[in-house]
């Protein structure tokens, strides 16, 4: 099939960018949301480095052409350094199999020039591996790396497309120059696929971001900052929230799945929605721990969670089940503890309901979004 458009460059130059980058989502969520995510991390430093050499063209996930009619304007400005490369198309998701979109949209990636044949690509979202001839950045005449987020084929929310992650895989990781991998879990479905050679790059924060001062008041305050879906474990978490009717749990982020709105219903619990970036250093500044109530095992994704590191940046104590990869952030600071054993974890924590004092830390610099850039640079400009 062919692609549905051809690839254009800026309209303010016609000068080839010195990347490609194809996001998980694309520019529209990374904006809405601020770049907090992985791919957005990597964009941002990397926009900021090669803004002189061409900057980094963020070509986005395909997207129905009735997107446009809703979202009438973008809700901010791109990164520095970053052009959007956006497509849009006839057909609709099917709404009783959404998920389904994330394989169709594929069909419809952009047409690459002959002025960026040469020009590296950074890829997370795996099924960029089945865009059709001229349009997919594997096509063998460009240094590509394959960062992992997530292990798909073992992700929930992706069961029903299981067939088409399994051949995006087999593509990406046969044809990616480099594989990099967010966690042990992502470095294992590295290794399934044929790839030793893959690359562990755990996740990481920006410190600067973040104060280390507090401006929690009131009754101890447990937060949680991140998606509200099945990675969280919703019996465990109502079981420590009961048991801790003196402290109050704060969970800012979007709520995927609605079981979990039951949580609103705990007369200790505030559900602030989605939290754009740039407010959350503010926000944890008002927590005393920061918690991590995630599944172990079964539910478990794979990657690596950004909100440990940031929640250390910000000098907040963590509290997190024993997911994997948890002792080997070289993190201090972190208590790690069955979820069973959490509302006890936390009465040591706050000594009965009095002020947590903060923890300072000293992030190391491999555990940097601008250690992770330059790591991912070089990957990609490396003969």
Request: proline fraction near 8%.
């Amino acid at each position: 099939m062919r692609p549905h458009r051809a690839f254009r460059l800026p309209v303010s130059t016609d000068r080839a960018p010195a990347l490609l980058a194809y996001p998980m989502h694309g520019q529209h969520k990374l904006l809405r949301e601020g770049y907090r995510t992985r791919d957005g991390h990597l964009i941002e430093w990397l926009g900021h480095d090669l803004a002189d050499r061409g900057g980094v063209a963020v070509v986005s996930r395909p997207e129905p052409a009735l997107t446009r009619v809703v979202r009438r304007r973008p809700p901010g400005r791109p990164a520095t350094g970053t052009h959007p490369v956006e497509t849009r198309v006839a057909r609709v998701p099917d709404p009783r199999d959404r998920r389904r979109w994330w394989a169709t949209s594929a069909r419809s990636y952009p047409v690459l020039p002959e002025s960026v044949a040469d020009v590296p690509a950074l890829v997370w979202n795996p099924f960029v591996a089945l865009a059709p001839h001229g349009a997919s950045p594997f096509d063998g005449r460009r240094r590509v790396v394959l960062d992992l987020l997530d292990d798909w084929s073992r992700h929930y929310a992706f069961a029903g497309v299981r067939s088409a992650v399994d051949e995006a895989y087999a593509v990406a990781f046969d044809r990616a120059d480099v594989v990099t991998a967010n966690g042990a879990g992502t470095a294992d479905l590295a290794r399934r696929h044929g790839r030793d050679d893959v690359v562990e790059l755990p996740n990481g924060c920006d410190p600067h971001r973040f104060d280390q001062r507090s401006t929690a008041i009131g009754p101890t305050t447990v937060g949680y900052v991140g998606k509200i879906g099945r990675r969280v474990d919703l019996a465990g978490v109502l079981a420590t929230v009961a048991a801790r009717r003196d402290t109050t749990f704060v969970f800012a982020g979007p709520v995927l799945d609605r079981e979990y709105r039951v949580l609103d219903r705990e007369p200790n619990v505030t559900m602030t929605g989605d939290v754009h970036y740039t407010h959350v250093p503010e926000l944890l500044r008002s927590f005393d721990v920061g918690w991590v109530p995630h599944h172990v095992g079964e539910r478990e994704v794979g990657g690596d969670v950004i909100k440990t590191y940031e929640y250390r940046a910000a000098g907040l104590p963590v509290l997190s089940t024993p997911i994997c990869g948890v002792d080997q952030r070289g993190l201090d600071g972190v208590v790690v503890e069955d979820l069973d054993r959490h509302a006890t974890a936390l009465a040591a924590l706050t000594r009965d309901g009095a002020r947590v004092p903060r923890r300072p830390a000293a992030i190391p610099r491999d555990a940097t979004w601008r250690h992770k850039a330059d790591v991912v640079l070089a990957a990609l400009t490396r003969a």
